[in-house]
């Protein structure tokens, strides 16, 4: 559990039970005054901007809410289409002549390996296994560029999903990039406390001895809140990205090697 998860978490339950009961303080000491009277008198426009603060955060948090999902399952999509593009390009080795074809496959599974480590390391380790990964793919298309010069038939079927793949990491890396703008975040917590302190301040003034509702509401609104932020920043929250796709393709890389260890005049051209 990393330091920015618990961070966050904390920091968004405390923001709106901090602004819901904070309101209630201020507005027992407006009751206090008013002591006489079961309603506080001018309570019920407190009830109006109750109403029109909940109807601006519930858009704020429907629209922010639904772009951080859309990125999230965009990044979740590129995982899927990256494995796919390295399983195409190492399935497409079987074209290279066989004295070519070894190093590589080599370098391939160096690179599946390199990827799985990336969708599963910790946020300080990203950049160092990008620039690994951008290395390799350096390395691949130095060797695969001789290996089909002398079968020109072989050039688009080898180097079209070397392309892709490189292609997709390009698009994955900037996918991973881009989050809520921090003006929109900020905008996104006034509001909620603005929103919760208010609620807190109304229901006191109403005389609402029991607010389990108002916590509920609190509680909810938090969870709304934690959860986009989390969503937006897969690597460092509690949600994360599923590495399974990475992990199903260099399993099939090992049982392709293992296969062929058993067979090895099955991937033989003549």
Not at 219 to 227: D, G, K, S, V
Not at 242 to 249: A, E, F, M, R
Request: proline share 6%.
């Amino acid at each position: 559990m990393h330091f920015f998860e618990v961070l966050i978490f904390i920091s968004t339950f405390a923001l709106c039970f901090g602004a819901l009961f904070a309101g209630r303080r201020i507005g027992a000491r407006v009751r206090a005054r008013n002591w006489a009277e079961e309603v506080v008198p001018g309570s019920e426009h407190i009830s109006m901007l109750q109403g029109a603060l909940l109807a601006l955060l519930g858009l704020l948090l429907g629209f922010s809410f639904s772009a951080a999902s859309a990125r999230f399952a965009e990044r979740q999509q590129l995982v899927v289409r990256e494995a796919n593009a390295i399983g195409t390009a190492f399935l497409r080795l079987d074209l290279v002549q066989p004295e070519n074809r070894a190093p590589l496959q080599a370098l391939l599974r160096s690179y599946a390996q390199s990827r799985l480590q990336l969708a599963t390391t910790s946020p300080s380790s990203v950049a160092a296994w990008n620039t690994t990964l951008e290395t390799t793919q350096r390395q691949i298309w130095a060797a695969a560029v001789p290996a089909v010069q002398a079968s020109p038939d072989t050039i688009r079927p080898v180097l079209d999903p070397l392309n892709e793949m490189f292609d997709l990491h390009a698009e994955r890396k900037a996918a991973s990039e881009r989050h809520l703008p921090t003006e929109v975040l900020v905008v996104l917590a006034l509001s909620a406390f603005t929103t919760l302190f208010v609620i807190g301040f109304g229901t006191t003034l109403t005389n609402d001895r029991f607010p389990i509702f108002s916590i509920a509401l609190a509680l909810l609104i938090a969870l709304a809140l934690w959860a986009t932020i989390d969503l937006d920043y897969p690597r460092r929250g509690f949600i994360r990205l599923d590495p399974q796709p990475v992990i199903d393709l260099v399993a099939s890389m090992q049982a392709a090697d293992a296969s062929q260890l058993a067979n090895p005049s099955a991937n033989t051209l003549p």
